[in-house]
């Protein structure tokens, strides 16, 4: 069971990482202000030429000034560059943390956190704005925003009373950007869940092309996915405007200022007020002032977006996961396959799959799991390996509450085969070995003669470094069952739960691997769930499964007789 954790931010998953760059960020809030001091010496070089070198016709005092401007373009020019290469730095650090984390949170979650998060992949996806806001340059124009103040004080100090025209027209922008920060808020959560909707349309696709293509035809999804693009495009419709609206505002109240500055400025000027070249300085500086201003809406909208997004990885990073929670169980050493069941229960909201089964199977013992379509045999395997939580009851394994084990250790000691096969894209020998240390390819080798994959696997283009594709598309389903029976052989796990791991096989492939299973030399408890009766000739116990409870429990004959008689 998950459970919310307090914020620790020296350890949380996304500030640890921002803090341990803090001295990239500090250097580039350090570049900034170098930035935007030799922005002001460019103000005052225009002024100083127009107030001091053209009236007296100085021309050595503007060549030593404009020798010294160039100094400080160069100097600009290198810094800018630096700030940049900080950005990247801090986007790198930040993209190799956080990404890991990520990984391994969504790895160590459990099955029923993870199938209550629809999108958890697009969430992910759409995380990638929080990233790029921290390493981009909407965080350099962020950094800038303050020094507007400053330009608004200096325009003060040269040109005195003309420093009301921006002093007025700062407070208008912020307040528009303010009103539309709750409305961007708001669309940018909305857009986020359409495009997680649009996202699940695609990969329900994607996952169902088979059926799409010779069954169903792609009319229903096809329905589905035009709505959700009709209500995103309506609400991403709706932040554009706002956001649009944001962004004119700031355009237009930057020609406001600038028009009202020379305006006001020429009137100054007039009365001796404040010299030309302080009202040409003065319009120069309303840009840099206002120019921030002016990516408001634009810098507000990606927050928004990158905010919603951070909400929903939050929720999933804040959780404690089931592996996080045993990690630091000590003493933990499985040595035998026993297995006790008693009085277990899972269901999935209000519906009962498992229902007060209670068995007992001693080490080494090859049990036979049997029952109709639908009966909950494939769930009570999942609840075994502890893939599934029990909602009720408990398994202990070799005497530990499975509850207590970790995933690892799990792993290690119990090897599993879903009747869905799975296999990752890569080579063979990377399937089968998945990331199992401590094997050679002797043992690869052996593991694939026992379930008659090594014939198969050497007629292939490149043997065991032959590229499977995605989910093993271009094996047939005996080739994959093959495959996964090997490298859950490859681990000799003290306990083997098989999800009917040979429908896929012909007959005789079949009844080779189903001896070799149950004749290995370590002698590994199995539990094998089968619609087969051939099965049963060479398994200890039977367990008829009805209904999701358990209707029989014993030796073969003893329940092939007890139904007989019903």
């Known amino acids: 069971m998950t459970e919310k954790t307090k914020i620790d931010f020296s350890k949380h998953w996304f500030w640890s990482s921002v803090y341990q760059s803090r001295g990239v960020y500090g250097q580039m809030f350090l570049a900034s202000i170098f930035i935007n001091f030799m922005g002001l010496m460019s103000v005052f070089y225009i002024m100083t030429v127009y107030d001091k070198v053209m009236p007296n016709s100085a021309y050595s005092s503007l060549i030593a000034l404009t020798v010294g401007m160039g100094v400080v373009i160069l100097f600009d020019f290198i810094i800018k560059l630096l700030r940049s290469y900080f950005v990247d730095i801090a986007g790198s650090n930040l993209e190799k943390n956080v990404n890991d984390r990520l990984f391994n949170k969504i790895s160590n979650h459990d099955h029923s956190f993870l199938a209550k998060k629809s999108g958890i992949i697009h969430t992910v996806r759409e995380f990638e704005g929080v990233r790029d806001f921290f390493t981009s340059a909407s965080m350099v124009a962020f950094i800038d925003l303050p020094f507007m103040f400053i330009f608004i004080g200096v325009i003060a100090m040269i040109a005195g009373p003309l420093a009301i025209v921006p002093i007025l027209i700062v407070p208008l922008v912020l307040g528009v950007a303010a009103i539309s920060q709750p409305l961007l808020k708001k669309y940018s959560k909305e857009n986020l869940i359409k495009q997680s909707s649009k996202m699940n349309t695609l990969v329900e696709l994607v996952n169902n092309v088979e059926t799409v293509r010779t069954v169903a035809g792609g009319e229903k999804l096809q329905s589905k996915w035009n709505e959700t693009i009709e209500d995103q495009s309506k609400t991403a419709m709706s932040a554009r405007s706002i956001m649009n609206f944001a962004v004119t505002f700031a355009q237009t109240s930057l020609q406001i200022s600038q028009t009202g500055i020379v305006c006001y400025g020429v009137v100054l000027v007039g009365i001796l007020e404040i010299t030309s070249g302080a009202l040409i300085a003065c319009v120069i500086l309303s840009g840099r002032i206002l120019s921030p201003l002016v990516q408001a809406g634009t810098l507000l909208t990606r927050l928004n977006s990158a905010l919603a997004a951070f909400k929903k990885v939050d929720e999933l990073m804040q959780t404690t996961s089931k592996d996080e929670a045993t990690k630091d169980n000590l003493a933990i050493k499985i040595r035998s396959?026993?297995?006790?069941?008693?009085?277990?229960?899972?269901?999935?909201?209000?519906?009962?799959?498992?229902?007060?089964?209670?068995?007992?199977?001693?080490?080494?013992?090859?049990?036979?799991?049997?029952?109709?379509?639908?009966?909950?045999?494939?769930?009570?395997?999942?609840?075994?390996?502890?893939?599934?939580?029990?909602?009720?009851?408990?398994?202990?394994?070799d005497g530990y509450d499975i509850k207590n084990l970790p995933s690892t250790t799990l792993r290690e000691n119990i090897g599993y085969v879903p009747q869905t096969t799975q296999l990752f894209s890569g080579t063979i020998y990377d399937n089968i070995v998945a990331g199992f240390a401590g094997v050679d390819e002797e043992d690869v080798i052996n593991a694939c003669d026992l379930v008659n994959a090594h014939k198969f696997i050497g007629s292939l283009p490149g043997g065991y470094n032959y590229e499977i594709y995605d989910n093993g598309v271009n094996l047939s389903g005996g080739q994959r069952q093959s495959i996964a029976l090997a490298r859950c052989l490859l681990r000799k796990p003290k306990i083997m739960v098989l999800d009917e791991p040979t429908s896929s096989m012909d007959s005789n492939a079949e009844k080779m691997v189903i001896n070799n299973l149950f004749n290995l030399d370590y002698n590994p408890t199995i539990l094998i769930s089968t619609h087969k009766l051939s099965y049963l000739l060479n398994v200890d116990k039977v367990a008829l499964i009805v209904d999701g409870r358990l209707q029989n429990f014993g030796h073969p004959s003893e329940i092939i007789k007890v139904n007989n008689d019903d």
């Open 337 to 397: 396959g026993d297995i006790k069941v008693s009085d277990l229960g899972y269901q999935v909201e209000e519906t009962e799959i498992i229902k007060n089964v209670t068995f007992d199977i001693s080490d080494g013992e090859k049990v036979g799991i049997v029952g109709s379509l639908g009966c909950g045999k494939t769930t009570l395997l999942r609840t075994l390996i502890g893939y599934y939580e029990s909602t009720k009851g408990i398994i202990n394994i």
